[in-house]
């Protein structure tokens, strides 16, 4: 119960949560806005950020550029009624050379007005008289194109599908393009399995928020240039957002342990396969039987998920259950070895295992009184800076200029300085050497 409450201090509380993925919502949509005129793909915030489940800068910012007129359906239905300007592309999931989970694109129509030239940069002859779409090919034409001449924007090389950006030096950006796509038979598998969760209200919202596809094939796979993996983040998204307090908060220290104890060298263990270790759990047990006092079970039945995980290299993907997160993740044997001793070890340990955790420690041994303050401030700070980038959007006009004189601006900046400025104070007289604001406002919000 205390863990729960030092968690709730550290910004991973309900009410903050939920503030969070108001926020991001509301950026995401006044983005859309502002850009439909100038740019014809949708941004979506997924991710941890999407989930409420990070401070602003504790992680990369995760964005989906979905276009906006390209379309996938699965390879048995029948023919939508499209716009000639949507290119429609079929989903074919049946070949034997593609891993589950994944598919390849064949064109079913191309618009008379092509919209996208990096879509007939991509397209490719498969020898039998279809038209493919590459994934790899249109991942190339897509980082190939003109980047933004704003002198705050870093431009990183690319990590896989995933354009990396940095905004002034400190909010880290993770750009994936992705196509829509309507698979119904496959979400339907899904939303007829038997489960204790969610409710059957919240599973069809999942079903009607549909998939994407992403360009990026199985990792082992001879056909990987062509294969496009099926993705659900809107959908997983909503479902994280109804795990309650004390699901959510298991997660949060799972995934601290994955950066403080376990610190995999190259993602062999990511934090998407512990989303999905939460997942199911929470599906196949009811939501009453987690509670802050059932915190620590929760936690040792995820740890021993996760060494399950690893010792057989196999955890089954929440959405379809025949794609194996594991495979070809790769983990070396001697890793494998030692995290299934770690965990073991951190089995053993008991709530111990909580003062190996850099955050959660340093909130355990610090005074009440002024731990309650600085929460206080840095969730203020917080919620300030999620207001300010809000309001921003709101003032920029469709040329991109920014009115700074704005008086709600102005008011959000004073404040940020003033909060800012308080926690300098205190921490000066307590012999921190820590002077430029700029430092302690973000180290405030990591």
């Known amino acids: 119960m205390e ?71 699965e390879a048995d239905i029948i023919a939508l009624n499209f716009s000639d300007s949507i290119d429609v592309f079929r989903m074919d999931t049946m070949d034997a050379r593609v891993y589950p989970g994944h598919c390849i694109l064949l064109q079913e129509g191309l618009a008379p007005r092509v919209r996208y030239t990096i879509i007939t940069k991509a397209l490719c002859d498969n020898g039998n008289g279809d038209v493919l779409l590459s994934s790899s090919l249109l991942l190339d034409e897509f980082s190939a194109l003109p980047k933004t001449n704003d002198e705050d924007v870093e431009h990183h090389e690319r990590a896989g599908p995933s354009l990396p950006e940095t905004l002034r030096g400190f909010l880290h950006f993770d750009k994936v393009i992705a196509l829509r796509c309507y698979c119904p038979s ?106 802050s006092r059932s915190l620590l079970y929760w936690l040792h039945d995820g740890l021993k998920k996760l060494r399950t995980a690893i010792e057989k290299k196999r955890l089954c993907y929440y959405m379809i259950p025949e794609r194996n997160l594991m495979e070809a993740c790769g983990m070396h044997d ?39 303050w600085f929460s206080k401030k840095r969730m203020e700070l917080e919620m300030l800076r999620l207001e300010y980038r809000n309001r921003y959007m709101q003032c920029t006009d469709e040329h991109g200029k920014v009115e700074y004189s704005e008086f709600m601006l102005k008011k959000i900046e004073n404040r940020v300085l003033d909060v800012i400025k308080e926690v300098k104070v205190v921490a000066i007289l307590n012999g921190s050497s820590i002077n430029e604001l700029q430092d302690i406002g973000h180290r405030m919000l990591m």
């Open 186 to 291: 496959i979400l339907q598998r899904w939303a007829d399995r038997r489960r204790k969760w969610p409710s059957q209200n919240i599973v069809q919202k999942v079903v009607s928020l549909g998939a994407f596809v992403t360009p990026v094939g199985f990792k082992e796979s001879d056909y990987k240039h062509m294969e496009w993996r099926i993705c659900f983040n809107t959908g997983e998204t909503e479902l994280v957002n109804n795990l309650n307090d004390t699901q959510a908060k298991v997660y949060v220290i799972l995934k601290m342990i994955l950066r403080d104890i376990i610190k995999p060298n190259n993602k062999e263990i990511t934090s998407y396969v512990l989303k999905n270790i939460i997942l199911w759990q929470a599906e196949n047990t009811p939501q009453t039987e987690f509670h």
């Open 334 to 372: 001697y890793q494998q070895h030692k995290w299934v001793a770690d965990i073991t070890d951190m089995l053993e340990e008991g709530p111990n295992v909580f003062l190996r955790l850099k955050k959660l420690r340093k909130a355990i041994v610090a005074s009440p009184e002024p731990m309650m």
């Open 3 to 73: 863990i729960c409450t030092i968690m709730t201090r550290l910004g991973y509380g309900e009410m903050m949560r939920r503030w969070r993925v108001e926020k991001y919502r509301e950026h995401d949509r006044l983005y859309a806005l502002s850009c439909k005129r100038t740019i014809n793909m949708t941004a979506i915030t997924a991710g941890s950020k999407a989930e409420g489940l990070t401070c602003y800068l504790e992680s990369d910012w995760d964005i989906l550029l979905v276009l906006n007129d390209v379309f996938c359906v």
